[in-house]
Each structure stands twice: as C-alpha cells, then as structure tokens.
C-alpha cells in the first residue's frame, strides 16, 4: 500500500512538498498519527524545514472527498478536504495511492470530529428552520418560504439502493458505490425549485430497492427448455435449473459434482425437516434450499474479500 503525503497549506510553493511512502504492514493497521509524524520528520529535516519547520501538535491529516453540496454535472462537482482521525486506522479510512494533505490545525480524534459534526448539523438545523427544501429527486436546495425559488438540477426518477449500489432510477447507467459519490452523481433535468409535489410524483415511493426496479425495468423472465424441463421434473420449483447449472459451472471451477451433491443434499434433508418431513425433492424443499445454499456461497465470497483486504 503507497499513499501520498502532500504540504500544500502553505502560499509560498517552495514550502510545499510531497512525500511517496510504501507502508511497512504494521502501519497499514496502526493510527494515522504515524504517517503524520513521519512526514514532519522527513520535512524538518531538508530544506523545507530550514524555511518554514513544522509541529507535529499544529497540523492534521486530510482527504479530498466530493463536497455533500455538489449538485449538477460532473463538471459542477466540487470537491473539499475532510478531516482524518488522530486515532483512524490507516488501511480503513485511506486508500491505496490515495492523496493525503498535511494542514494546519491540532489533529482530532474520532470522537472530537463526531462531536463537531454533530454541533454542526445542529447549527444547521436551527438555520433552516424557516426555510423549504426543493421536493425534487438530489436538488436538496433550500429557501425562503414562498420564493423566491433558485434554478434548480434534478433527477426526474427516485433513487435505487440496491444491495451495494446506488443510482438513480431515471439514469441506471450511472450507479456509485458509495455515498458521497452517489451524491456527486450528474443529474439529467434542470428547472425550478418547489416546495409543492405534483401529481404524478407525489404518488411515488422516495427510493426504490431491486424489486421495485426490476419490474419497472425488466420483463417478464422467460425461461429456455432446458430450464422449463427441469422445473417440472421437480414439481414445479423454480430453484430445480439453478441448482444444475450451478452444479456445472462448480464442475468447471473445479468443485467435483460428488462434493457439490453430497453439500446439497444435507442442506435440503435439514429442510425437509423443517417442513414437517416434506420430501427432499418437494418444490418448496428445493427453493428453500437454494436460498440457504446461495446464502451460504455469498458469506464464503465475502470471507475471502475481508481476507484480501487483510493481506492488502
């Protein structure tokens, strides 16, 4: 893991530097005070600190995150730094050849940042009170009760949370995966701030999940032959064809069809069980047990994600 440590807070350039460090492993899980530290020393100790010294104690750690006020196209996006913990864990709130900026100001723990954003959106709130916010999908501006009403971006659709993605109903083709760049997305329609829902978007939902845009989107599944055939073979479980052709591409990948059948089978005689002693090859068995068997596939994929962000 490389990161970026950047001294730009400074008017005069020949002050700034940047400083390329490859993590030792221990740091990847150590706090970032470290990587501040060891900048300064690095600093202080050429030419740069013979014209401006720096102190550990009066300077913090930042990242450069899209503003939560950015609105518009992507040209429109506006970008601010955000305060890095004393106490964060490196690997967990920096990326990999991510941009860190030294700035002036004592750093802050996890705590004192939390208890200063929270005092802010008081501040915030109180600030609004007396204002209304614009009813249109990511506008999210506010004004004076009445008007005047600013010229607003929007997104004619509701917006999509599906499992880890995110996007807007009216654009799927644009999604993020998390939330401060799916508040940077680039809206598609511009007009005029309201305070009043019209008909046609007063009646619909605020978000939408996969469901809900799956049969907005998408047709009716219409299933091959094969598929079909293996349906009915099982008394009508829709489960039946995704259990053979994932028993084939296992196969593929290695897992012997023996493994694959003796892993199913146990799962659905558990189910079974479960149903009052329903037969293994009932259809309710069936689905149910795909279920089980693909919840138990996605855990086993996460594992090995966590474990890759381990050794990373």
């Not at 390329?20 to 740069?48: A, C, D, M």
């Not at 508040?183 to 598609?188: A, D, M, N, V, Y």
Request: net charge negative; proline share 4%.
């Amino acid at each position: 893991m490389k990161v970026f440590l950047r001294y730009e807070d400074n008017d005069d350039e020949s002050t700034h530097k940047t400083l390329k460090i490859t993590l030792p492993k221990s740091w990847k899980s150590g706090p970032t005070s470290r990587l501040l530290e060891q900048f300064v020393e690095s600093y202080n100790g050429g030419k740069h600190g013979q014209l401006n010294a720096l102190e550990v104690n009066s300077l913090h750690l930042s990242t450069r995150r899209p503003s939560s006020s950015s609105n518009g196209t992507h040209d429109d996006v506006a970008t601010e730094l955000k305060d890095l913990p004393s106490d964060g864990v490196v690997v967990e709130i920096i990326s990999d050849r991510e941009d860190v900026y030294i700035c002036h100001g004592p750093s802050r723990t996890s705590k004192e940042i939390d208890a200063g954003r929270r005092a802010k959106v008081e501040k915030e709130s109180e600030a609004v009170k007396h204002l209304s916010k614009c009813v249109r999908f990511g506008c999210n501006q506010r004004f004076p009760k009445g008007g005047p009403f600013p010229k607003c971006k929007y997104h004619s659709g509701p917006p999509v949370f599906h499992e880890t993605a995110k996007f807007w109903s009216c654009c799927p083709n644009k999604k993020a995966y998390d939330w401060e760049d799916f508040q940077s997305l680039p809206t598609c329609q511009t007009g005029t701030c309201t305070d009043v829902k019209d008909e046609e978007s007063g009646g619909q939902k605020q978000f939408l999940g996969g469901c809900d845009i799956r049969e907005t989107m998408s047709g009716p599944v219409l299933k091959s032959i094969d598929d079909f055939n293996a349906s009915a073979a099982a008394g009508g479980s829709e489960g039946a064809p995704v259990l053979e052709r994932l028993r084939s591409v296992l196969g593929e990948l290695g897992v012997e069809n023996e493994l694959f059948d003796q892993v199913l089978g146990g799962i659905k005689k558990d189910v079974a069980y479960d149903h009052n002693g329903s037969g293994d090859d009932d259809a309710k068995v069936m689905d149910d047990a795909v279920k089980i068997l693909g919840g138990k596939l996605k855990s086993a994929m996460k594992a090995i994600a966590v474990d890759q962000l381990r050794i990373q």
